[in-house]
């Protein structure tokens, strides 16, 4: 167990190896300096391994990550460093005292949302985390772009000194719950033992149009400031897989 743990975190990293969340930080970085340049805490729901709280402490942030994987939370706690702490807690449920100028969640964890109830109480627990006019900044799967571009079967191999991986993703796409559930098929080797690590994991991913987006933001006290795709910065269209939404809260729920 505790080898197959070293290599599928070793495996997490070198997956996300080309992902610039330098880059993400930055930009996140000025969407709050636009919205709510006065933020100094941050409430991060979903933070993974830290890596974007990291970033945020050194642009001076202090930041409370809350993380349901304890693994991820743990990975959290050891390497992003001064400013930040982790609760591992269900985002939907979490209570703390503390009020929060910005609440963020990136890389579609709004999206592992899937069950109507579950977002609302999320959106709500939010809005109790945030002082008045705090605001909420997430990205998500655009339904215009899933019914457009049609997602389907890849794969994707990565390797480095230690390891190497395959992940083969099947969508299967409901258009009724417009709910995609990626399943991944991933192996991973390890070059040093020959050891085999054979992984299934299904990520049910719901996409979300904009006025879906504006009914539950108005129905948890929220309204929206602005959407854009996520970095580019250009208009949502079709094309637009990631957008990102930064939502004002106007009322106490
Ligand atoms: C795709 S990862 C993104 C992690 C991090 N935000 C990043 O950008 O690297 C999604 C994360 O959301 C977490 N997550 C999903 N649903 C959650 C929930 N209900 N409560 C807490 N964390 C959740 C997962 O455990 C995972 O770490």
Known sequence: MTKNFKLYSQYYDLLYQDKDYEKEAFYIHNLIQSYAPKTKKILELGSGTGKHAKLFS?????????EQ????????????????????????????????????????????LTESSTLIRTFENVNNHLKQGGIFIFDVWHSPAVYHQVPQKREKKLSNKVIEVSRKASPVINTETNIVEVIYYIEVKSKVTGEILKLTETHPMRHFSKPEIEL??????????????????TEPSKETWGVCYALKKNKDV
């Open 216 to 233: 539950l933001a108005y129905a948890t006290g929220f309204e929206i400031l602005h959407s854009e795709e996520f970095l580019s910065k």
């Open 58 to 66: 050194n642009l001076g942030y202090s930041i409370l990550g809350i």
């Open 69 to 112: 994987s304890a693994e991820m939370a743990e990975i959290a706690r050891k390497s992003a460093g001064n400013n930040t702490s982790f609760l591992i807690e269900d985002i939907s449920v979490f209570r703390v005292k503390d009020k929060f100028d910005t609440a963020l969640s990136l890389f579609h964890v709004i999206s592992y």
